[in-house]
């Protein structure tokens, strides 16, 4: 009897033995956790890195030329409104703002980049042809008296977001008069930046405008659709441009050799007059452009692969716990901290590389690198051709199935859930005869 009862005893597995698998995934959970840190670390330096871009940017374009919002052209004109306080006529001075009949303006962007060290910016210059008139019996609408009107302090302004971009004098061609614009705007209830002249205003005439505005500036450039219709066309070899504002083109088309916009804005599509008086309108927020984007943006695709990066950590080593379980070999803790602080550094080297070579190749080069490291330390650690192999499929598949998320931003959703799901899938199927109440049991 006291052989059989020594025998049941030492094949009864011990707490240990039973649980052994679910303090191996609590010591698991805890290392990722812990390995999120310099991952967030990662993160800080990534948008460190992309700071010093953005001042480096800002300062270049600040010499060049800003972003630049063309505003205009609009005629105020100011006139005098009376009123009795306390027994006394005062007189108020107040402004009229009319804006053109029709605005056509053209231009062609040629663009080039801008480099200090590593950082580069987009820049452009440009001689938009701008002509329209304007219709001056609109004010008559307004039902302010004549009188009241100082026609002869009548202004034509437009609207500049940076006057350092200007390249040249502006003259326009005002009815059969010629003027020249001179620095500041009559007032800056439309803008706050920009050039005016005085001109000749007829209010019961229409008057033909147009000038050339030779203006370089950076990034972007944009436009207001002051006029009661408005038409802009823009053309540039610049290979990646961006439609963005309020409206969008009503014919466009992108090539590798450039791009031309053809926008078309009616005065129904805005929410603001064509005259008003005493008052501001806000312009502002119906402007609409093209944005002139260099090909990738490293910063931001490796800030995105970095949110993947508790995604690397846990599926490396829940890999790494399947070859325990299921073929019976014995990772030790350290082990796993090596491995997970390999997968992080593979950020560091991805940030690096991609501001010398671009994102694609240095993501290439980094986890071919990171493959291989841990695949190397995979053959010294399990001793085993088989789970070498599997650990460098798994990785592989993971790298490359990142790669691909982060290429097609707008299906990463999509992709992301059928990938996990596949991954979660395969799990289930592999561990499917796994008694995990008896893994650590001793055989009879």
Not at 4 to 23: H, N, V
Not at 163 to 171: E, F, K, N
Not at 252 to 260: K, P, S, T
Not at 407 to 434: D, H, N, P
Request: proline share 3%; charged share 20%; aromatic share 12%.
């Amino acid at each position: 009897m006291e052989p059989d009862t020594e025998q049941k005893s030492m094949s009864k597995p011990s707490f240990f033995d039973r649980y052994a698998a679910i303090i191996k995934m609590a010591t698991i959970g805890v290392l990722i956790l812990l390995l999120l840190i310099p991952s967030y670390m990662v993160m800080d330096i990534i948008k460190e890195r992309e700071r010093n871009q953005d001042s480096v940017q800002r300062e270049i374009s600040n010499k060049w030329g800003l972003a630049q919002t063309i505003s205009g052209p609009f005629v105020t004109i100011p006139y005098v409104v009376s009123y009795k306080r306390n027994n006394v006529v005062n007189t108020e001075t107040k402004y009229i703002q009319l804006l053109p009949e029709n605005l056509d303006i053209k231009g062609d962007l040629d663009t080039s980049q801008l480099k200090r060290g590593i950082y580069e910016v987009i820049t452009y210059a440009t001689k938009l042809n701008i002509k329209g008139k304007f219709l001056g019996s609109e004010i008559s609408k307004l039902n302010i008296p004549s009188e009241d009107i100082q026609w002869g302090k009548a202004t034509l302004n437009l609207g500049i977001t940076d006057l350092t971009g200007v390249r040249d004098a502006i003259s326009v061609k005002w009815g059969s008069d010629t003027f020249h614009f001179n620095p500041g705007v009559a007032t800056k209830e439309v803008v706050h930046s920009g050039v005016s002249s005085s001109i000749r205003f007829n209010n019961t005439a229409e008057t033909d405008f147009s000038f050339v505005l030779d203006i370089q500036g950076s990034n972007n450039i944009h436009f207001l659709p002051v006029g009661k219709e408005t038409n802009v066309y823009i053309t540039s070899k610049c290979p990646n441009p961006k439609f963005e504002g309020s409206f969008l083109p009503i014919d466009r088309n992108v090539e590798n050799n450039g791009f031309f916009g053809d926008w078309k804005v009616l005065h129904l599509n805005r929410n603001f007059p064509q005259v008003w008086a005493g008052g501001s309108q806000n312009i502002s927020q119906s402007w609409f452009g093209v944005s002139l984007m260099t090909d990738v943006d490293h910063y931001q695709k490796t800030m995105r692969s970095a949110k993947y990066a508790i995604l690397f950590i846990a599926m490396t080593f829940l890999t790494f716990f399947f070859i325990e379980i299921l073929n019976k070999r014995k990772i030790h803790p350290i082990q796993y901290i090596l491995i997970g602080l390999v997968l992080v550094l593979f950020y560091v080297l991805l940030l690096s590389l991609s501001e010398q070579v671009g994102f694609n190749v240095a993501y290439l080069i980094a986890s071919l690198a990171t493959i291989l490291l841990i695949t190397i330390y995979t053959v010294s650690a399990l001793k085993s051709r088989i789970n070498t192999v599997v650990m460098f499929t798994v990785l592989s598949v993971l790298y490359a199935f990142i790669f691909i998320i982060i290429q097609l931003a707008e299906y990463s959703l999509l992709f992301g859930s059928i990938g996990l799901f596949l991954f979660l899938a395969t799990v289930m199927l592999a561990s499917r005869k796994v008694n995990w109440y008896n893994i650590g049991a001793r055989e009879e």
